[in-house]
């Protein structure tokens, strides 16, 4: 049977009013869309719920019994919208993220801390992942949402760019570099290069941009963390280059750092499902997020290495 909420919530009204107008006049129904939502689904049931005359509307012995049972049967289903609303407006519950090395070791520390402090109830699962598992993770819905370095060649995510950080270049203090203010990416040909590998997403950006300047690199290390190219250059296995958010050097490194020229940059993105919605606790904890990645290339501004 094809019939409406609507039409079963016209009839329980007449039911109960013992009248098509006064049961319009409590649904906000013109007397003539109640009378035609009652023929509807008389139709559509194949009997007669109503018998009508001038004076009165009396239920038939079907419509008696239909009634009594509408009256629970709507009342829960009340209860259950009700009920599915206020779920999905809580702000509780566990949201679960993915990010890649660098990011969660310098970006998500204080955005988990103010998660913390913002929203008590909610508890956030922060779970460190090289760039391909990140996205792998979020794919299979094993977590709400990653954050990952741009590009991406996928249609299966919705992106949001959070962060446009510079690569730098690392270099000891013994390379004759270092007494460069800056370092243009030419300045690279020839020299050995100590670079992370290709789980990092930003592996892909840099070389692109050593192609770009017809940089044909001459790699001594492949590195999986960012710290692990500060003390590799300090050896003098190479010059480095790194995101700006992997910053600062370790206490007591003597690696000086360098901006890179022409500006090269990376997009930090939020990523999750396509087309499919986050719970609203996820969809605080992706805006708190983006707030912090905004409040940190705000302070950068101040700082000549990310100009």
Wanted: aromatic content about 4%; overall charge neutral; proline content about 6%.
């Amino acid at each position: 049977m094809n019939y409406s909420l609507r039409q079963l919530r016209t009839f329980v009204a007449v039911a109960h009013h013992g009248s098509f107008s006064r049961a319009g006049e409590a649904i906000g129904l013109s007397q003539s869309a109640v009378s035609h939502s009652i023929r509807s689904l008389e139709s559509e049931m194949g009997l007669r719920l109503l018998d009508r005359t001038t004076r009165e509307v009396v239920l038939t012995e079907a419509g008696k019994r239909l009634a009594n049972r509408l009256d629970k049967v709507l009342e829960e289903l009340h209860g259950a919208l009700l009920d599915a609303r206020t779920a999905g407006h809580q702000l509780s519950g566990l949201v679960r993220l993915a990010s890649s090395q660098t990011i969660s070791a310098n970006l998500m520390p204080q955005c988990l801390a103010k998660a913390a402090t913002t929203f008590p109830a909610i508890e956030v699962r922060l779970s460190d992942q090289p760039q391909q598992w990140v996205l792998q993770s979020v794919r299979n819905a094993e977590v709400d949402f990653g954050i990952i370095v741009d590009p991406i060649q996928s249609p299966d995510f919705d992106c949001q760019p959070i962060l446009s950080e510079p690569f730098l270049a690392l270099v000891a203090a013994s390379d004759p570099l270092a007494a460069e203010r800056a370092i243009h990416w030419s300045a690279l040909a020839g020299k050995a290069l100590v670079l992370q590998d290709y789980a990092s997403g930003s592996r892909y950006l840099i070389d692109k941009a050593l192609e770009h300047f017809d940089i044909k690199p001459e790699v001594t290390q492949e590195i999986g963390h960012p710290v692990t190219l500060y003390p590799m250059v300090e050896a003098g296995l190479g010059v480095g280059i790194i995101p700006a958010l992997a910053l600062p050097p370790p206490m007591g490194s003597t690696v000086l750092v360098k901006p890179l020229l022409p500006s090269i940059k990376r997009q930090l993105m939020l990523v999750k499902r396509k087309n499919r919605s986050l719970s609203p606790a996820a969809e605080q904890i992706w805006q708190l997020v983006a707030k912090e990645a905004a409040t940190l290339a705000a302070i950068r501004q101040t700082n000549v290495l990310f100009q």
